[in-house]
């Protein structure tokens, strides 16, 4: 297991746990990320007397002065209205370490370590580790709908995990009784966007389809089953996130609409709307006559030019589904862009109306010099 923080002015006497993730993954045999802590029977005087600097919003949350760790008060949730928004907190000192780890998702992020490596468990989440299986902790996961993204989430981060049945009907019933219709589209978009970067995004999609969650969040990804392929592949080959989320919507007549919905970033948009024009000029390009004329109007469209790193990167993406041998297509680009459209342009002087056509033609020269 990890070890704790030893010697360490700022919590020494406090009650201080590492939970959730961190010992999760050191359980799994996975190197942790970011450590959280959590401290029992302390009040958020103290922790500030200690020099700790605040940061929570909703519930105390405060950084080391040291590692800049985020160290939270232990507490207890209670639903207070609609939503993953609707909840009051308490986080006084006679909160427990297991009264705080009661208010967790899954059983396999509610455990905790001393700072001498000792597991506190009463949940039994390491048997669930061992047993790859995600199991929600109790009734109270149904308050908070974002619970059921970030378990769809943790289902393409960890493939070899099982959702419990029990888990999955009782997200069947948040979506029934409408606790996914008060998802935001910034928080399901984060999730999202860390799903399709995860190893297995397919299995994020299985588990809303089957939750019924992607009808509501999503309803522009239903049935469009075959994505799931898509994005795995390009997970397995590193492919960035625009060129993971324009596969996942690329048989969607609805994507303009999905982007909207979900806010998505510009970039992921634009890879979106520009890899069905890649994947037509590619073909253009091997069926057509004149190759060399396609290949050109191919970079025009995807503004290549401009942007070439943009263009290689929608290449990338393509290549998941068809065969693309980007090597060549670096050199037509280079050739292209080595057109000096300046000098041109000032060999046509007299006649500017011919410098388009003009740049155009020493373009389609160079790229047949290079067939």
């Given at each position: 297991?990890?070890?704790?923080?030893?010697?360490?002015?700022?919590?020494?006497?406090?009650?201080?746990?590492?939970?959730?993730?961190?010992?999760?993954?050191?359980?799994?045999?996975?190197?942790?990320?970011?450590?959280?802590?959590?401290?029992?029977?302390?009040?958020?005087?103290?922790?500030?007397?200690?020099?700790?600097?605040?940061?929570?919003?909703?519930?105390?949350?405060?950084?080391?002065?040291?590692?800049?760790?985020?160290?939270?008060?232990?507490?207890?949730?209670?639903?207070?209205?609609?939503?993953?928004?609707?909840?009051?907190?308490?986080?006084?000192?006679?909160?427990?370490?297991?009264?705080?780890?009661?208010?967790?998702?899954?059983?396999?992020?509610?455990?905790?370590?001393?700072?001498?490596?000792?597991?506190?468990?009463?949940?039994?989440?390491?048997?669930?580790?061992?047993?790859?299986?995600?199991?929600?902790?109790?009734?109270?996961?149904?308050?908070?709908?974002?619970?059921?993204?970030?378990?769809?989430?943790?289902?393409?981060?960890?493939?070899?995990?099982?959702?419990?049945?029990?888990?999955?009907?009782?997200?069947?019933?948040?979506?029934?009784?409408?606790?996914?219709?008060?998802?935001?589209?910034?928080?399901?978009?984060?999730?999202?966007?860390?799903?399709?970067m995860a190893k297995k995004p397919s299995r994020m999609l299985d588990v809303l389809q089957e939750s019924g969650a992607l009808a509501r969040v999503m309803p522009e990804l239903q049935g469009v089953d075959e994505v799931g392929a898509d994005v795995d592949l390009a997970a397995s080959q590193g492919l960035s996130l625009p060129g993971r989320y324009a596969l996942l919507c690329r048989l969607t007549p609805e994507r303009d609409a999905l982007g909207r919905r979900l806010r998505v970033p510009t970039e992921c948009n634009d890879y979106a709307r520009l890899l069905p024009e890649v994947l037509a000029g590619l073909d253009a390009s091997q069926r057509d006559a004149d190759a060399v004329e396609a290949q050109l109007a191919l970079m025009e469209r995807a503004d290549a030019l401009r942007k070439p790193e943009r263009f290689f990167d929608l290449l990338e993406a393509a290549s998941v589904l068809r065969p693309v041998d980007r090597a060549a297509w670096r050199l037509r680009v280079a050739a292209v862009r080595g057109v000096d459209a300046g000098a041109i342009a000032k060999a046509c002087a007299g006649d500017p109306a011919r410098i388009k056509e003009r740049v155009r033609e020493a373009r389609l020269e160079r790229l047949r010099a290079g067939a």
């Open positions: 297991m990890m070890p704790g923080p030893t010697q360490d002015p700022a919590i020494d006497g406090l009650q201080v746990y590492i939970v959730g993730g961190a010992v999760r993954d050191a359980l799994l045999g996975l190197r942790p990320g970011d450590h959280d802590w959590v401290v029992v029977g302390a009040t958020p005087e103290d922790m500030v007397r200690r020099g700790f600097i605040p940061v929570g919003g909703d519930f105390p949350v405060f950084l080391h002065p040291r590692t800049k760790e985020e160290y939270a008060l232990a507490r207890t949730e209670r639903k207070s209205g609609r939503g993953y928004k609707g909840f009051t907190f308490y986080t006084g000192a006679d909160v427990t370490l297991e009264e705080d780890l009661r208010r967790r998702d899954l059983t396999v992020n509610a455990i905790a370590q001393t700072q001498d490596g000792e597991l506190v468990d009463p949940l039994n989440g390491a048997v669930d580790v061992r047993a790859r299986v995600f199991r929600h902790v109790g009734e109270a996961f149904q308050e908070d709908p974002v619970r059921i993204l970030r378990l769809a989430r943790f289902a393409a981060r960890f493939d070899d995990f099982m959702v419990a049945p029990e888990t999955l009907v009782l997200c069947q019933r948040m979506v029934q009784e409408g606790e996914a219709d008060a998802l935001v589209a910034e928080r399901v978009w984060k999730e999202l966007s860390r799903g399709l």
